[in-house]
C-alpha cells in the first residue's frame, strides 16, 4: 500500500465555542477517490478548506505529501495539487481560454511550460469548454463556469485534486464526465478528495465514502459499507432507502418518501374536514 | 509527481491559444501609442506664446545629445524656452501620466474592482495632504525629496486605511469603495482646509495649485524626484503582471495557483502609494485618468495585465501631455489647472462606469 498523499490529523475547528470539526482523521492515497458527504453544515467544505490550507485549524495537523502543509512554499504545492473551490467568480471579463490558462502559472518558467498549450487543450476538450474559449467568465452560465473552472483545475497537472462539489449546476451528463474524468486522474495515480451531494454519485465514483455528521465523522469505508438505509436516515434525519440497479446493480440512494407523503395526506384531509 | 495523460492528437489543433486577433490589437496598440506619444510630446512643446515648428523641436533635442540630426530652432531664444521651460514641463506630464494610469490599473487589479483609483478612493487627496503638512510646516528634512517623501508616507496610509476598511471577505464591493472615498476625501478635505488655515498666504496658495492639479513650473529638478519614483514602481508593477492576473480569480484560487496573497497585495499597495506619491508630490491632484485610461485599454485588449500595465502607461502618458497643452493653450495667456480638465472629463465618466457597472452586476454588488 503506498503511503497516503493527503492525511488530516485529529482536524478540530470551532467557531467560538461550537465545533465546527471535531477531531476528524482523513487519508487520500494515491490513486483512490475519496468522497466526502453529509448533510448541509456537517463540516464537508471546511475539512476541505483545511485540508486546503485555506483555513487554521483550532487543532489539529495536515501534511500534503508527508510534508506540513505550512512547510510548502505555496508554489511548490501548486505544482501537486488543484484546489477546485465552490465558488466561480471572475474581476475581470477574461475569456475562458485564458482562465484555463491561468491553471498552468505554476509552471512557468519550467521545462513542463512548453506543453501548455496542449495541455490546455486537453482540459478544455475534456471539460467541453473549447467551444466556449472566447466567451467572457463573467457572463457564463453557473454550470459553464464549473467546467471552465475544473478545466483550470486539471491544466495544473497535480497528482493532487481537491474538489469541493463539481458536480454543482452541472446538468447529468457532464456531472459524469466531471467525475469520469476525476476518476481517470486517479487510475493514473492521482490522490483525489472530492466533496458530493449526490450520494449516488459518490456510490458509483469513489472508491471510500467519509460520512461526516456535525463535524465528526459517522461513518468510513466501501461506498457499499458506508451507504446504508439505517446510517444514512439517522445522519440526514430523513427516511433513506439504498437498492442497488436492477441492471448495473449501481447503488441508488433514495428518500423514502411514504411517510411524508401520509403526512401531508392526513393534513389535508384534516383541513377538508 | 505529475499525472498528465499525454493529450490526444486530435485535441491539440483545436487550441485555444489567446486569440490571434487579441495580439495582434495589442501589437498594433503598443506602436499607435508609441507614436502617438511622440508626436504629441514634439507638438506639446513646440506650442505655447512662442510656436516652434515640429522639425525644430526634434532638432533641438537630438542636438542636445550630440547627433547633428535636423534643423536648430531659429528663434534666438527657442532652444533655451525648449530647455529650460517646455522638457521639463513635457517629461513632467509623461512621467505622472505614466505614473497615475498604471497606479490605477494596479489598485483596481487589488481591489478587484474596476472603479478603483488614487483620486477616487482619496488615496491622491491622502498623499496631499501630507505633502500640505510639509509646506506649512516648512519642513525640510529630505531636500528636495520632502515633499515626495511625505506625499508617500500619506498615500501610503490612506491606501491602508482604505484597504482595510473597504473589504469584506477578499473583495470590495462598489457600493462600500465609493462611500469609503467619500470618507476617506471628506477626512482629507478638511485636513486640506485646516492647513489652509493655519498656513501663510504662500503656504495657502500652494495648497491652493495642489488641490487644482498644475504642471506649472516643473523643472529638471523635480523631474528628478519624480521619474525615479515612477519607474521603480511601473517596473515592479510590470513584474507582477502574471499574479496580477490569477488575483482576479479571487483570494483562494490564487493562493492555490502559488500565490502568497497577503504578502503580494501588501507589496502591491506600497508600490500604488509610490506611484501615487511620484505623480502627486509636485504636481498635485489629477484626478480620474486612473480610471479612465485602463478602462478604455482594457476595452481594446482585454483584462490581461501583461498588456494591460504598459499599455495603460504608454495611453497615460499620452492623455497627460495633450492635456496639459489643452491646459496651456485653450485659454490665451492663460495656465489652466490641469487637474480641472481631466476631472470635467473624468467624473462624468466615472458615473458612466457606476451605472453600466451596477447593470451588469444586477444591482450594487
Redo the contacts between chains.
Sequence with gaps: MTSPALVGRGITVRYGSNPVLDGVDIDVR?GEVVALAGPNGAGKSTLLAVL???LDPTAGKVEV?RRPLADWR??????????L?Q?H???????????????R??W?GRP?ED?D??????S??ATDT?AL??RSFGILSGGEKGRT?FARILA????VLMLDEPTAALDIGHQETVLQRAR??AD???AVVVVLHDLSLAAAWSDRLVLLERGRVAGEGAPADVLTGPLLSSVYDYPIEVVPHPATGDLLVLADRRATRENTRDHIREEDA | MTVSAPPQAGTATAVPRPPRARVGRATVLFVSLGVALVVASLAAAGSGQLQIPLAQVAGSFFHHFGLDWGPMPTHPRGDATLWSVRFPRVAMAIVVGAALAVAGALMQGIFGNPLAEPSVVGVSSGAAVAAACAIVFSLTFAGDWTLAVCAFVGGLVTTLTVYVLARADGRTEVVTLVLTGIAVNAVAGALLALLMFLGDTQAREQIVFWQLGSLNGSRWQYVGVVAPLAAVGIVISLLCARNLDLLALGERPARHLGVNVERFRVMLIVVVALLTAAAVSFCGIVAFVGLVVPHLIRMVTGPGHRVLLPASMLAGALVLVVADLGARTLVEYADLPIGMLTSLVGGPFFFWLLRRTRRTAGGWA
Design positions: 494515491h486546503a490550507g485555506d505529501l505555496l508554489r511548490d504545492l501548486a505544482r501537486e495539487r488543484a484546489v473551490t465558488e467568480r471572475i474581476s475581470f471579463p477574461f475569456p475562458v481560454a485564458e482562465v484555463v490558462r491561468m491553471g502559472s505554476p512557468r513542463e506543453q498549450d496542449a495541455i490546455v487543450a486537453e478544455m476538450a473549447t474559449a472566447d473552472s495544473q497537472r497535480t497528482g481517470r486522474e493514473a495515480g492521482a
